[in-house]
């Protein structure tokens, strides 16, 4: 069963950053491309970065400010964020695939950009 768990996520001031983790199981981790999306409130949900093997690839409204990254042997991506704005509120959820989501989604994990 494939099983997606968030974490990391918290409130932060604008210029700050937060690294968020997702723990992914249940299916050949390191054979797949894996990405972030993220649901700002109000909104849908919007790709945000990818990685496959092992470069990735991201949006440009947080390209240059955000790192993705993998460890296959922890089954485990990551998503560093740094210079936050307000508009990177939102749940951040990861999935597998290149830019569209292909597995159902986990809970996310809140991030909250204010002073």
């Known amino acids: 069963q494939v099983q997606f768990v968030e974490s990391g996520g918290g409130l932060v001031q604008p210029g700050g950053s937060l690294r968020l983790s997702c723990l992914a199981t249940g299916f050949p981790f390191a054979d797949n491309p894996l990405l972030w999306y993220r649901q700002p409130p109000g909104k849908e949900r919007e790709w945000v970065a990818s990685i496959g093997k092992p470069k990735g690839s991201y949006a440009d409204s947080v390209k240059g400010r955000f790192t993705i990254s993998r460890d296959n042997t922890r089954n485990t991506i990551y998503l560093q964020m740094n210079n936050l704005k307000s508009e990177d509120t939102g749940v951040y959820y990861c999935?597998?695939?290149?830019?569209?989501?292909?597995?159902?989604w986990g809970l996310g994990t809140q991030v909250t950009v204010s002073s």
């Open positions: 999935n597998v695939g290149e830019k569209t989501p292909t597995m159902p």
